[in-house]
């Protein structure tokens, strides 16, 4: 099932780049000069302990789980 970053919630369970990672924090910016767009900042956890931060439009597409 495909999400928008922007609808993403905390615990849910993402595939980015082949990876699975849980999501642990989530920040939306609000809309910028230049691209007039949100943008959405991911904080998750891989299946090793590892943090990763994804900044993406809210508006792309992420697979969850």
């Given at each position: 099932?495909?999400k928008?970053f922007?609808?993403l919630k905390v615990g849910?369970?993402?595939?980015?780049f082949?990876?699975?990672?849980?999501?642990k924090?989530?920040e939306l910016?609000?809309k910028?000069?230049k691209q007039?767009?949100?943008?959405?900042?991911?904080e998750?956890?891989?299946e090793?302990?590892e943090i990763?931060?994804?900044?993406?439009?809210?508006?792309?597409?992420?697979?969850?789980?």
């Amino acid at each position: 099932m495909k999400k928008q970053f922007g609808e993403l919630k905390v615990g849910e369970k993402i595939k980015v780049f082949g990876e699975l990672l849980e999501v642990k924090k989530i920040e939306l910016s609000e809309k910028g000069v230049k691209q007039g767009r949100t943008k959405c900042r991911v904080e998750a956890e891989n299946e090793k302990g590892e943090i990763k931060v994804i900044i993406r439009l809210t508006n792309e597409q992420v697979e969850v789980i």
